[in-house]
């Protein structure tokens, strides 16, 4: 099962506190595109421009991409500039050139409008409906957006919330997008707006998946190395839908196994500028992070069977114990 996607791909140049790149390969398709890869087949739907090179193309095509729906048309390629401090989950923009994306209008090739699985990447929510306007009827469709759209255009994101299975967003976004504080809260007046399963993310504080009837949390992995969070959303958002696109399992157990599989994308992501690091990663260390990931959020259960107790807990020279459930 394949992964149609609609997003940007772009230039990005970034400064953190470990270097500095120029006119990278970047965008929201780029990267939720080249991690999907690792899982599955995926066809993107984007606009570059006349600058865009070809090494770029080659790469994607190397991913096994399919880019009937990249269009390149007369002018400048979108180019973003930011800079990280050392507080990496928050990036400063200082540049921001829309160029040929700021006339993009998708336009979905008649191959892809029967994909099942449908990924609307970060672009403005009318051209998300106007996506679903023109597929069929996907299995699973998903979409992220952006504080931009979450301030300029909030009624539009409403109407693609009702009509998506997954929402992917970060906590910041969620906080802004319901005016509520605590997680669990924008979490629910999230879900009531239509969406079956939303994701939040939390950049070094992992994820949190809510449901009407559930929540699960994964961690971050803990890494030494961390140099660029550019795409890192993007990446996790690839991982987390080519995984459920590999095995078409979307049940609440294969949801959360895809979470881990995002956010092992993204952990690997983030170790090099770019997509550097995805560019040489093997499948075989995706396989070996997400066994470390289990480990790392594995614990045994309370001791059953007859005669089990609590522990005793002192309190001022006295022993305690606590009994009940």
Not at 33 to 51: K, N
Not at 245 to 254: F, H, L, Q, R
Not at 290 to 308: C, I, M, P, V
Request: aromatic share 12%.
């Amino acid at each position: 099962m394949g992964i149609l996607v609609v997003g940007s791909v772009a230039f990005d140049s970034v400064e953190t506190p470990f270097g500095r790149v120029e006119n990278v390969l970047g965008g929201s398709a780029t990267y939720f595109s080249t991690s999907a890869s690792f899982f599955t087949d995926v066809s993107l739907v984007a606009v570059v421009g006349e600058d865009f090179p070809q090494e770029h193309v080659e790469f994607l095509n190397s991913r096994n991409i399919d880019l009937r729906g990249l269009a390149r048309e007369g002018g400048k390629t979108f180019h973003w500039k930011g800079k990280y401090g050392y507080d990496l989950n928050e990036a400063q923009t200082l540049e921001t050139h829309l160029n040929v994306f700021e006339s993009f209008r998708p336009q979905i090739p008649a191959a892809y409008r029967d994909a099942e699985f449908l990924f609307l990447a970060n672009i403005d929510p009318e051209l998300q409906m106007e996506v679903l306007s023109q597929v069929e009827k996907p299995r699973v469709i998903a979409c992220d957006t952006m504080n931009f759209w979450i301030s300029s255009k909030p009624e539009a994101l409403k109407a693609v919330i009702a009509k998506v299975d997954i929402f992917i967003i970060n906590e910041g976004e969620a906080r802004q997008f319901t005016q509520e504080a605590n997680l669990t809260k924008a979490a629910r007046k999230i879900l009531a707006m239509g969406v079956k399963t939303l994701v939040i993310k939390r950049g070094e504080y992992g994820v949190l998946m809510f449901t009407d009837h559930s929540v699960f949390a994964a961690p971050a992995f803990p890494l030494e190395d961390v140099f660029d969070l550019t795409g890192a959303g993007d990446t996790f958002a690839g991982g987390f839908m080519g995984y459920l696109a590999n095995t078409g399992d979307t049940s609440e157990t294969g949801i959360r196994q895809a979470i881990i599989f995002g956010s092992v994308m993204a952990s690997f992501n983030v170790e090099d500028f770019s997509l550097n690091r995805l560019k040489r990663l093997e499948y075989r260390e995706i396989e070996d992070r997400y066994r470390s990931f289990k480990a790392l959020t594995h614990f045994e259960g309370l001791a059953g069977g007859q005669g089990a107790r609590r522990p005793a807990l002192t309190t001022q020279g006295k022993s305690v114990t606590v009994h009940g459930a």
